[in-house]
Nanobody, 115 residues
Framework: QVQLVESGGGLVQAGGSLRLSCAASGSISSINAMGWFRQAPMKQRELVGRITSSGSTNYAGSVKGRFTISGDNAKNTVYLQMNSLKPEDTAVYFC?????????WGQGTQVTVSS
């Protein structure tokens, strides 16, 4: 059973930066897209950013210009560079990898931005 393991979360002051990493415990083939979602307390999970197998990216409007997603399909890893963090970015961040047959999720990593 392949698992996704996130790392890099933590507590940071507003204006600071964090880099999240996500690695698969095994090999995943036929990746269509890799991305990051987040869920704040009492809110629905939302897409933060996604990168397709062709390298196309898209971001939530609230993070565009501040966050950058990158990935390595061969290594089954995906990263999220978060700059100029705001208190409203506080949430649990989940890694996601979508293949032709399956949707993989990580267990989540907490990001807390203090004002």
């Amino acid at each position: 059973q392949v698992q996704l393991v996130e790392s890099g979360g933590g507590l940071v002051q507003a204006g600071g930066s964090l880099r999240l990493s996500c690695a698969a415990s095994g090999s995943i083939s036929s990746i269509n897209a890799m991305g990051w979602f987040r869920q704040a307390p009492m809110k629905q999970r939302e897409l933060v950013g996604r990168i397709t197998s062709s390298g196309s990216t898209n971001y939530a409007g609230s993070v565009k210009g501040r966050f950058t997603i990158s990935g390595d399909n061969a290594k089954n890893t995906v990263y999220l560079q978060m700059n100029s963090l705001k208190p409203e970015d506080t949430a649990v961040y989940f890694c996601n990898i979508v293949t032709a047959w399956k949707n993989y999720w990580g267990q989540g990593t907490q990001v807390t931005v203090s004002s």
